[in-house]
């Protein structure tokens, strides 16, 4: 199994501030996507970037791949309460059925 | 109904007694999964099927017992459960092609607890 780690693993911030989740890997993946769970619901497809050093945005949200296929980042500008939620990166091995999930960074952005 | 279903969304079961999950997916997908999540843990995998046939059991204990009917459907039959299999249960569903699975879509989950 490949690992991948995310870190922190807990953010707290102000409406308002800027945030960054990072998702590490010795490993290459073919793809990577990110999720973002809310309390007591399934994880929700935000993003899957494919391609070394791409960057991907959706509204106030960030996404980049690394040159390496190996590593990933989740940005988001001036962050609202609607953001906070458990955010999950998952990588694609190319070889296997099986995406490799993150322990998750919880969010929480508050009023 | 569109996207990946999951009933029922919440379920409270003694450990002596017997009850599945089911899980639905409208989105054409060949393949389907069974994920556990437990609190401050990442996401375990327990079933894999593509195209019908499992090709996984994450050594998952034979307490659990999966059942794939047909491309859309998915089930987890449940019995003799321990207190520590609590927790959210997620099925999933992706296209795969090649032995490998692309996106997942993820239903909300069935929260379980047993007692």
């Known amino acids: 199994t490949q690992l991948l780690e995310q870190s922190p693993q807990f953010l707290s911030i102000q409406e308002g501030e800027n945030l960054t989740v990072y998702c590490n890997s010795s490993s290459v993946f073919s793809s990577l996507q990110w999720y973002r769970q809310e309390p007591g619901e399934g994880p929700v497809l935000l993003v899957t970037v494919v391609t070394g050093g791409e960057v991907k945005k959706l509204k106030r949200l960030t996404f980049q791949f690394g040159d390496a296929r190996k590593d990933s980042s989740l940005h988001i500008t001036a962050a609202q309460p609607g953001d906070t939620g458990l955010y999950l990166c998952a990588g694609d091995p190319a070889n296997d059925y099986k995406l490799s999930f993150g322990a998750g960074t919880t969010v929480t952005v508050r009023a | 109904e569109t996207g990946v279903t999951q009933t029922p969304r919440h379920l409270v079961m003694g450990m002596t007694n017997k009850k599945s999950l089911k899980c639905e997916q409208h989105l054409g997908h060949n393949a389907m999964y069974w994920y556990k999540q437990s609190a401050k843990k990442p996401l375990e995998l327990m079933f894999v099927y593509s195209l019908e046939e499992r090709v996984e059991n994450n050594s998952v204990p034979s307490r659990f017992s999966p059942e794939c009917p047909n491309s859309s459907h998915l089930f987890l039959h449940l019995h003799t459960l321990q207190p520590e299999d609590s927790a959210l249960y997620l099925c999933?569903?992706?296209?795969?092609?090649?032995?490998?699975?692309?996106?997942?879509?993820f239903g909300p989950g069935t929260r379980l607890t047993v007692t």
């Open positions: 999933a569903s992706s296209l795969t092609a090649g032995g490998r699975a692309y996106e997942q879509y």
